[in-house]
């Protein structure tokens, strides 16, 4: 599934995201969905969202 498409996030999704600090490293964290920050319906770089844990990201994977 595409993390660029705000349909295929919900809630509880397992997700890895790219936080704003890990650009440059590409490092991904991995988590459970809390917040959905996006408005759009689609964004380029991934549609931000906020996990459990509080990390704030880019969702770049979708775990099924």
């Known amino acids: 599934m595409d993390g660029r498409e705000r ?3 919900r809630k ?3 997700v890895a ?3 704003k ?3 440059r490293s ?3 964290t991995h988590g459970v969905v809390q917040d959905i920050l996006d408005e759009v319906t689609f964004h380029l ?3 931000e969202c ?3 844990t509080g990390q704030v990201g880019r969702v770049k ?3 099924l």
């Open 7 to 9: 349909k295929n996030i």
């Open 12 to 14: 509880g999704t397992k």
């Open 17 to 19: 995201i790219l936080q």
């Open 21 to 23: 600090q890990d650009e």
């Open 26 to 28: 590409g490092n991904l």
């Open 45 to 47: 770089k991934g549609i």
């Open 50 to 52: 906020r996990l459990k």
């Open 61 to 63: 994977m979708i775990k």
